[in-house]
T-cell receptor
């Protein structure tokens, strides 16, 4: 058990809908990272938050947004869903703000299916 | 941007065999991790190894940062080693994000 908790484990929804994925980092970790893993794109970094502030942005679509709350949990919001958004979404956490020299620990992921 | 290539892409072993997985990266890095994604999809940290050699049980890893590669050794493989092995790097220059390789899919047969 990595100590990173993601909910829900599975999510099935329809095109055009909006969903929220939730992540609780390991105790003491201030950074949260979101990743998308799809069959054709592999593992792609989406966004990082550190202590409530956006720290780095990757290949995140404008239809997607995230935030980190004062209790350090994070939510990833996906809207106007398309079939291609079906993927495994991972959250990871680490102690520091920079990815360099920091070890990331991953949650079990949320499997999103858009029908 | 940095390219991260893993080889071989697929590997089938008999239980008890040894294997070496390779990760090549095209630019200097200051962070490298190896992960195992099990058949249930969970990503498990194996090693944080930006340079040097580490061992953990039947697994060991070596990163030669100056030559831009890392190796993961699996000895006496077991069926539970099956899954996909990823290396992920953080380039020294540019972005604060992990770049994942395409992975090596390992199947260990009983």
């Amino acid at each position: 058990d990595s100590g990173v908790t993601q909910t829900p484990k599975h999510l099935i929804t329809a095109t055009g809908q909006r969903v929220t994925l939730r992540c609780s980092p390991r105790s003491g970790d201030l950074s949260v990272y979101w990743y998308q893993q799809s069959l054709d794109q592999g593992l792609q970094f989406l966004i990082q938050y550190y202590n409530g502030e956006e720290r780095a942005k990757g290949n995140i679509l404008e239809r997607f947004s995230a935030q980190q709350f004062p209790d350090l949990h994070s939510e990833l919001n996906l809207s106007s869903l398309e079939l291609g958004d079906s993927a495994l979404y991972f959250c990871a956490s680490s102690v520091g703000q920079g990815v360099a020299k920091n070890i990331q620990y991953f949650g079990a992921g949320t499997r999103l299916s858009v029908l | 941007g940095i390219q991260v290539e893993q080889s071989p892409p697929d590997l089938i072993l008999q239980e008890g065999a040894n294997s070496t997985l390779r990760c090549n990266f095209s630019d200097s890095v200051n962070n490298l991790q190896w992960f195992h994604q099990n058949p249930w999809g969970q990503l498990i940290n194996l090693f944080y190894i930006p340079s040097g050699t580490k061992q953990n049980g039947r697994l060991s890893a070596t990163t030669v940062a100056t030559e831009r590669y890392s190796l993961l050794y699996i000895s006496s493989s077991q069926t539970t080693d099956s899954g996909v092995y990823f290396c992920a790097v953080v380039p020294t220059s540019g972005t604060y994000k992990y770049i994942f390789g395409t992975g090596t899919r390992l199947k260990v047969l009983a």
